[in-house]
């Protein structure tokens, strides 16, 4: 429980920094970030540039493609999971993120291919303007609740299933705390059978 609640702070860091980055803008661009300042973040970061034909991976952290079990820079977001309307629904997050220039707090249950037992996600959404360089982008963490076992059994980038369990925008350091918390006191329930 101590590793998630730590893991959890990265959503709580991860928007002290887009914050701080984007000064009196609405949002900050790529370029305003420096990778040196997040080291600790980066194996739970995902950097998303929206492009003409979608959304594409432009760099994908080692502990998602730990979770993921293969690495997704330059694919197409979404291509390897399912059914469409949960793609659909992940992207309308970041749609809503860049229309909106502010975060968004997403919940998701993954299933593997095999079927084993769903695996809880939280991600934290961050929009990043285009500038003379760069096309819009998303910078998000994420983090993922599983067991070793399962990880070593499955691929979770094959096809898995998933679903949308929430998304709440979020204006203030306060929301990603209190949404932290809560995602992680529900996946910590004990489950009714």
Same mark, same amino acid.
């Given at each position: 429980?101590?590793?998630?609640?730590?893991?959890?702070?990265?959503?709580?860091?991860?928007?002290?920094?887009?914050?701080?980055?984007?000064?009196?803008?609405?949002?900050?661009?790529?370029?305003?970030?420096?990778?040196?300042?997040?080291?600790?973040?980066?194996?739970?970061?995902?950097?998303?540039?929206?492009?003409?034909?979608?959304?594409?991976?432009?760099?994908? =952290?080692?502990?998602?493609?730990?979770?993921?079990?293969?690495?997704?820079?330059?694919?197409?977001? =979404?291509? $390897?999971?399912?059914?469409?309307?949960?793609?659909?629904?992940?992207?309308?997050?970041?749609?809503?993120?860049?229309?909106?220039?502010?975060?968004?707090?997403?919940?998701?249950?993954?299933?593997?291919?095999? =079927?084993?037992?769903?695996?809880?996600?939280?991600?934290?959404?961050?929009?990043?303007?285009?500038?003379?360089?760069?096309?819009?982008?998303?910078?998000?963490?994420?983090?993922?609740?599983?067991?070793?076992?399962?990880? $070593?059994?499955?691929?979770?980038?094959?096809?898995? =299933?998933?679903?949308?369990?929430?998304?709440?925008?979020?204006?203030?350091?306060?929301?990603?705390?209190?949404?932290?918390?809560?995602?992680?006191?529900?996946?910590?329930?004990?489950?009714?059978?």
């Amino acid at each position: 429980m101590a590793g998630s609640v730590v893991m959890l702070s990265h959503h709580v860091e991860l928007y002290r920094y887009w914050d701080s980055a984007r000064g009196e803008r609405a949002t900050p661009t790529r370029s305003n970030l420096d990778p040196i300042d997040i080291v600790h973040l980066l194996p739970f970061i995902g950097l998303i540039e929206r492009r003409k034909e979608g959304y594409f991976w432009r760099l994908i =952290g080692t502990a998602i493609v730990d979770h993921f079990g293969r690495d997704l820079t330059g694919e197409r977001y =979404g291509i $390897r999971f399912a059914p469409a309307s949960f793609v659909a629904e992940a992207i309308k997050s970041f749609d809503l993120a860049l229309e909106q220039e502010a975060p968004f707090f997403d919940e998701f249950d993954y299933r593997s291919p095999s =079927g084993s037992m769903p695996q809880a996600v939280s991600r934290l959404i961050c929009p990043l303007s285009a500038d003379r360089s760069r096309l819009p982008m998303i910078v998000h963490t994420r983090i993922h609740r599983f067991s070793n076992e399962l990880l $070593r059994s499955s691929c979770l980038a094959n096809q898995a =299933g998933g679903e949308l369990r929430d998304r709440h925008p979020v204006s203030s350091l306060a929301d990603v705390h209190r949404r932290t918390e809560e995602w992680l006191a529900r996946i910590s329930e004990p489950a009714v059978a």
